[in-house]
């Protein structure tokens, strides 16, 4: 069963985030790997980038530009939300929660005294 | 399991990237037209001052961006922590470094 926090919005795009950036983590050796063998043997490299044109291999590299495309526009909301300013309405939210915390902290020191 | 040290380089790092991966994609989209070829690949970055710029930045920031995401995962859903933690953390930088800056040497230097 899936547990109800995990049917949110959020921690789907938190799970799609982490997988996302996991992969990538993953693909990268590889990636540069194939990229090294310019160094040392060229030949190489064009058999595997003839490999490459091959359809399933074609949507193999779609799968992989998603997860990059998906990771950054994902990092840029999770950069928004850490570092740009905060809307009116947070900020009412924020003071909200201050004058509520002051008004029960208040009602027991009236009646602590 | 982040100190503001590391907190802070994930998100500087980041903060690089987001040019640097737009324009990758923008790249591998141009590129990707008629199949690829390695003379064509190398055609273009061989001996280009532009292309070593832009991929040294990323291989730098990238290492740094995955070896910090890394060590979250890990100790978020593995565990692992202590001095574990940082080892395996700047291996998988170091490796991620190495590796990028091959890769980078092979396809830029002419």
């Given at each position: 069963m899936i547990r109800p926090h995990r049917s949110h919005p959020l921690w789907i795009a938190y799970l799609l985030?982490?997988?996302?950036?996991?992969?990538?983590?993953?693909?990268?050796?590889?990636?540069?790997?194939?990229?090294?063998l310019a160094l040392d043997q060229p030949d190489k490299l064009d058999q595997f980038l003839r490999f490459a044109d091959n359809p399933l291999v074609k949507i193999a590299e779609f799968g992989l530009v998603f997860l990059l495309a998906v990771h950054v526009f994902g990092g840029l909301r999770l950069l928004a939300l850490e570092f740009l300013p905060w809307s009116p309405r947070q900020k009412t939210f924020a003071a909200s929660a201050v004058g509520a915390a002051f008004l029960v902290a208040g009602t027991f020191l009236l009646q602590a005294v | 399991m982040l100190g503001l040290r590391l907190y802070m380089a994930q998100r500087l790092s980041a903060m690089v990237m987001i040019p640097l991966t737009l324009g990758h994609i923008?790249?591998?989209?141009?590129?990707?037209?008629?199949?690829?070829?390695?003379?064509?690949?190398?055609?273009?970055?061989k001996g280009s001052v532009v292309w070593f710029v832009f991929y040294g930045l990323f291989?730098?920031?990238v290492a740094m961006h995955a070896s910090i995401g890394l060590r979250v995962i890990v100790h978020e859903t593995l565990g692992l922590k202590g001095r574990a933690l940082e080892i395996f953390m700047w291996l998988a930088g170091l490796l991620l470094l190495a590796m990028g800056l091959r890769a980078l040497f092979a396809v830029t230097l002419p």
């Open positions: 985030h982490r997988l996302s950036g996991l992969g990538l983590a993953l693909f990268l050796p590889a990636h540069f790997y194939m990229l090294a | 923008a790249v591998m989209i141009y590129a990707v037209q008629d199949g690829l070829s390695a003379a064509e690949i190398l055609g273009r970055t291989v730098v920031a």
